[in-house]
């Protein structure tokens, strides 16, 4: 049973049976054994999880209810308290625990509902006072979920605990900060605002009078500030159940836009260097572009023009080049070109005469650059209703794009 499952399990446990579970050692049989086992821990095996463990404690018989140890080496200490006890305070008994060995960083405390964990960030082999992370079997987070994994037996890994406790710890701190700040802005935030964005002398007479405004134009931001984020996350599913939608009727009518033969009247098939590429016939572009010789354009696609796409080169999914090719000899030779994907500007600067007469199956698109007006070229496939990874044998597939540009140099 993985964690995801024991989870479920136990979430199963508490909501079914809470009456029953009364004491301490139920809450252990029945919620905490599980979790250390979903965990990976070998919960049968007194070397690796020894209950009631003993440590030479100042107290007389003080025992730990549970260590968890790797390679008999003790990492991990374990007090349980019943169900029915709500933990609202710090661990002092778990703290002395912790002082005794070394070897154990973390220390967990828990009534089987909740767990919390504590390490010693503050002081070495000294437990801080509060913990760092707290999971809650009945309430967590995929975050959560997250965290609590690292604990598992087979990717512990005290420095990475170490790095999330850091960083769990400072998050905790920020926020009670920032809600601080929000809720009862000091003077220095007040002045801070405040100067941003005048240049006048404030005083503390005007920071006084200021509080209330400043207090106002937070909620007031925060507010728009939420539903600017939860409207522009309505406005993307929106929009994607849309695409979703145009994609399934573009799928729709891509399947009866055109016909195999159509498709396959494009051109012939040849391999160069491994990849399978077409030299299209310009009658068949004519007929499957539906439009008379007045209305050929760049932008829909010119069926008469010299150049032409030839094959569009994938790496997984992602079009990282192209062949392109140019008849010439009244189109009885060809002349092939490789370009990248990202390369079409430098190809266009080299061919300007592609940017006036287009090519056959592609038309060119760019995208402009807001900060520095640079335009970024693409290719799009003029074919009504069809992308180039739609027509067959167009597409072909390469496993590393700079390797298949070197060995045809």
Do not use: W
Not at 269 to 286: H, M, Q, T, W
């Amino acid at each position: 049973m993985n964690l995801i499952e024991t989870l479920d399990t136990l979430n199963k446990v508490v909501n079914d049976n809470k009456d029953l579970i009364q004491n301490e050692e139920s809450t252990k049989q029945f919620l905490i054994l599980p979790l250390l086992r979903g965990l990976g821990y070998d919960i049968y095996s007194p070397q690796e999880v020894t209950p009631e463990f003993t440590a030479d404690f100042h107290k007389k018989n003080e025992k730990v209810d549970y260590a968890i140890s790797v390679n008999g080496v003790p990492i991990i200490f374990v007090e349980a308290k019943s169900i029915n006890n709500k933990i609202t305070k710090s661990a002092p008994q778990l703290s002395r625990y912790f002082s005794t060995f070394p070897s154990v960083r973390l220390g967990i405390l828990t009534n089987g509902v909740e767990y919390h964990f504590f390490t010693d960030l503050n002081d070495a082999n000294i437990m801080d006072p509060k913990p760092f992370f707290v999971f809650n079997i009945t309430n967590y987070t995929d975050e959560d979920f997250n965290n609590l994994i690292k604990f598992s037996k087979n990717l512990y890994d005290y420095e990475s605990i170490k790095i999330m406790a850091e960083s769990l710890i400072y998050s905790q701190s920020f926020k009670s900060v920032i809600k601080e700040i929000f809720d009862t802005p000091n003077d220095d935030f007040i002045k801070f605002v405040i100067k941003e964005r005048f240049k006048f002398k404030v005083t503390q007479q005007f920071i006084n009078t200021a509080r209330p405004l400043v207090q106002k134009c937070i909620h007031e931001a925060l507010t728009e500030l939420i539903s600017e984020k939860f409207d522009f996350v309505i406005q993307n599913q929106l929009v994607q159940e849309v695409a979703a939608t145009t994609d399934i009727n573009t799928q729709e009518e891509k399947r009866v836009y055109y016909s195999p033969e159509e498709i396959e009247s494009l051109g012939s098939f040849e391999n160069f260097e491994g990849i399978k590429i077409v030299l299209p016939n310009s009658d068949a572009y004519r007929k499957l572009m539906k439009l008379s010789s007045d209305e050929y354009s760049v932008d829909k696609g010119n069926p008469i023009s010299d150049f032409f796409v030839s094959s569009v080169l994938m790496q997984g999914s992602t079009i990282v080049g192209y062949l392109i090719g140019q008849f010439y000899n009244k189109q009885e030779d060809t002349t092939l070109y490789t370009v990248k994907s990202n390369e079409i500007a430098k190809f266009l600067s080299k061919n300007p005469i592609v940017e006036h007469t287009g090519f056959i199956n592609a038309k060119l698109g760019y995208r402009t650059n807001k900060n520095n007006n640079e335009k970024t070229y693409y290719l799009k496939s003029c074919l009504t209703n069809l992308s180039f990874k739609d027509i067959p044998k167009l597409v072909s597939k390469v496993d590393n794009i700079d390797e298949f540009f070197k060995s045809i140099q």
